[in-house]
């Protein structure tokens, strides 16, 4: 079955870095669109960035232009997201997704989901 396993989250302080990682398993990744969502609490998951299935094409939410790069390698099956000039307003639980070949900002375009790692930015 298809599974995607983020990590790389934790606590950093507000202008830090961190680089979430999402490692997929049971399909063939290279023939898939990725993306990364947060949702933090109370409030709903927001569309982050996304990456075509071959990383030729990449979408950022306005909210983090600038400040997060999404990349892929597709021999080792992971996606990446880097993350600077952290805010607290970016404090959520982010997760990865997958989707056949397109990229698309709608959390319903998506059919595979992550479990979520938690990123915490303290002011």
């Known amino acids: 079955q298809v599974q995607l396993v983020e990590s790389g989250g934790g606590l950093v302080q507000a202008g830090g870095s961190l680089r979430l990682s999402c490692a997929a398993s049971?399909?063939?990744?290279?023939?898939?669109?990725m993306g990364w969502f947060r949702q933090a609490p109370g409030k709903e998951r927001e569309f982050v960035a996304t990456?075509?299935?071959?990383?030729?094409?990449?979408y950022y939410a306005d909210s983090v232009k600038g400040r997060f790069t999404i990349s892929r390698d597709n021999g080792k099956n992971t996606v990446y997201l880097q993350m600077n000039s952290l805010k607290p307003e970016d404090t959520a639980v982010y997760s990865c997704a997958a989707r056949g070949h397109y990229t698309a900002t709608a959390p319903g375009a998506y059919g595979f989901w992550g479990q979520g790692t938690q990123v915490t930015v303290s002011s």
């Open positions: 990456i075509s299935w071959s990383g030729g094409s990449t």
């Open positions: 049971g399909l063939t990744f290279s023939n898939y669109a």
